[in-house]
């Protein structure tokens, strides 16, 4: 038994591999997913850089793919950047399904929390390559109730802008009452105006089912005049511009209403 079992390993794993090996992902994955997560397991934890690959490819549509979070960890925590950057981004694919249904009764939230902790603990390593700490935040945040893959102060105050950008994007919609001091903060002070205008994208969407005076109580003054200006930005989203415009329609003052006309001529 063991041994037709290792046999049907071995040819489960050589065939993700070859068809890695012609440059046909669709093939890995297909591959991957007809052997089963065990075997897929065991292609992430191989040696050999394109076998784990394959299991990389196959990651995100093999069966009971949730349980492959924590291996994929291993390898994005891991020094070669060709497997782990890939490792990352198949772990945001599944966090991000688990996180559009309810997960299965046989995943305790435990585990979840587990998960979460890993990835959360490779978006704060600094040392790690931005484009991996940007995967991990998303994965992290997906698998957290309140979009929050690490702690909002942690993630506002690194240096690196487009994780805090990343950070603020995560956010759960509508945004819980307890962060919006802090994207408050970041619309007024972050020294990146891009990061600013995100912050303003995300707390400004909130009009279109809340009041607005108690976001433009807590945006105040300071807030509102660093959205006007942010608006200004030459390659400012056009998605970030109609929201924050939520914001400044609200508002009566000659200023705001200056900057809505700037973000009408640029949306149309």
Known sequence: MLWGHLVFAAAGIASMKAALERGDLDEASRQGALAGPVIVEQALASLDRTTQLAGIAAAPVVEDRAELLEPLARIAAGPDRRTAVPAARAARTIARELASHPPADDLAPEEITIWRASWAALAADR?????????????????????????????????????????????????????????????????????????????CADLVADPAAPILAALGEPGLARLRTAVAIDDAPKVALKEIARCLAADPSPASGAALRIIRTRVR
């Open 127 to 203: 040392t790690r390559w931005i484009e991996l700490r940007i995967l991990a935040l998303d994965a992290a945040s997906a698998l957290a109730p309140d979009g929050v893959g690490l702690p909002l102060d942690t993630a506002l105050d690194d240096p690196d802008p487009a994780l805090r950008q990343t950070a603020i994007a995560d956010v759960a919609v509508p945004v819980p009452a307890a962060l919006r001091a802090r994207l408050v903060k970041t619309i007024a002070s972050d020294p990146d105006p891009r990061v600013a205008l995100t912050a303003g994208q995300v707390l």
